[in-house]
């Protein structure tokens, strides 16, 4: 069965651009659109945005200005990139198949935003 | 975008019912039929319980059930059990093609 898993650095300092890499096993990436959610400690769910296949991308308005996302189809992996992180970008991200708006999920991965 | 509106928590006895509300605006969860229902344990991945409203994923308890009407979804938890006792988020498509989630529902099983 298709299987998530989330990676990137642990720890990001501030004003610098976390990058986090989704990788997809036991199936194709294709003709799929990947999302990307993340949750602040003892916080709700925030969608941050997803990418198809083809690279057509929809962001969340409220991050839209330092997100971007790209798929890389020859890896089964796509990607997140935030720019000028601060501290209330610290949380857990999950990367999803946005099926039925999120069929299957990564196990998340935390990030913390420090000095 | 606004978060969806749920209430903070909902409680109930087991074998009651209970029902969580999700209420947006005509630009997403009224103007649509894709909005899901996640349960999410203390520390876990949220897991999908409904799609488009009212389908369920295979290998969801029938007790799940979702609905809409107007502006406002619902998700209904019959049969209420131990395990039951998690966060619930909905989630709907929007006009803007993004998707926004709910500010979260704590179910408690009493």
């Known amino acids: 069965q298709v299987q998530l898993q989330e990676s990137g650095p642990g720890l990001v300092k501030p004003s610098e651009t976390l990058s986090l890499t989704c990788t997809v096993s036991?199936?194709?990436?294709?003709?799929?659109?990947w999302s990307w959610i993340r949750q602040p400690a003892g916080k709700g769910l925030e969608w941050i945005g997803r990418?198809?296949?083809?690279?057509?991308?929809n962001y969340n308005p409220s991050l839209k200005s330092r997100v971007t996302m790209s798929v890389d189809t020859s890896k089964n992996q796509f990607s997140l990139k935030l720019t000028s992180v601060t501290a209330a970008d610290t949380a857990v991200y999950y990367c999803a198949r946005d099926y039925y708006g999120g069929d299957i999920w990564g196990q998340g991965t935390m990030v913390t935003v420090s000095s | 975008q606004s978060a969806l509106t749920q209430p903070a928590s909902v409680s109930g006895s087991p074998g009651q019912s209970i029902t969580i509300s999700c209420t947006g605006t005509?630009?997403?969860?009224?103007?649509?039929?894709?909005v899901s229902w996640y349960q999410q344990h203390p520390g876990k991945a949220p897991k999908l319980m409904i799609y488009e409203v009212s389908h369920r994923p295979s290998g969801v308890s029938n007790r799940f059930s979702g609905s809409k009407s107007g502006n406002t979804a619902s998700l209904t938890i019959s049969g209420l059990q131990a395990e039951d006792e998690a966060d619930y988020y909905c989630?709907?498509?929007?006009?803007?093609?993004?998707?926004?989630f709910g500010g979260g529902t704590k179910v408690t099983v009493l």
């Open positions: 005509s630009s997403d969860v009224g103007g649509y039929n894709y």
């Open positions: 990418v198809y296949t083809s690279g057509i991308t």
């Open positions: 989630n709907s498509y929007t006009s803007s093609s993004t998707r926004v």
């Open positions: 036991g199936g194709s990436i294709s003709n799929y659109y």
